[in-house]
């Protein structure tokens, strides 16, 4: 099972712009499809965006659209999440995920989730 690590997280002001980076571990990170959820305590686990092995597919929550930007590197096996404008509803636990299949949207299509790193945007 692959490991993956998130990074970059960290408090920002409203409007602000982060960053964050995922690298996976293992030498077939490019035939992986990648996600992005988040997570504030006490509700379940939000879609945010979905990449695929090349990037030929991309999908994006509709809450995040415009200001988010998912890609990803293979040759340094890291996908990124590229965030501007943010916002304080923006706040939480930003995980990745690999997908393994079905729906995009939907948690429990992913399994190797990071440990997720905390994104905190101030009013």
């Known amino acids: 099972q692959v490991q993956l690590v998130e990074s970059g997280g960290g408090l920002v002001q409203a409007g602000g712009s982060l960053r964050l980076s995922c690298v996976a571990s293992g030498r077939t990170f490019s035939s992986y499809t990648m996600g992005w959820f988040r997570q504030t305590a006490g509700k379940e686990r939000e879609f945010v965006a979905h990449i695929a092995q090349n990037s030929w597919r991309i999908y994006y929550a509709d809450s995040v659209k415009g200001r988010f930007t998912i890609s990803r590197d293979n040759a340094k096996n890291t996908v990124y999440l590229q965030m501007n404008s943010l916002k304080p509803e923006d706040t939480a636990v930003y995980y990745c995920?690999?997908?393994?299949?079905?729906?995009?949207?939907?948690?429990?299509?992913?399994?190797?989730w990071g440990q997720g790193t905390q994104v905190t945007v101030s009013s």
């Open positions: 995920a690999r997908f393994t299949g079905g729906n995009f949207y939907t948690p429990s299509n992913y399994n190797s």
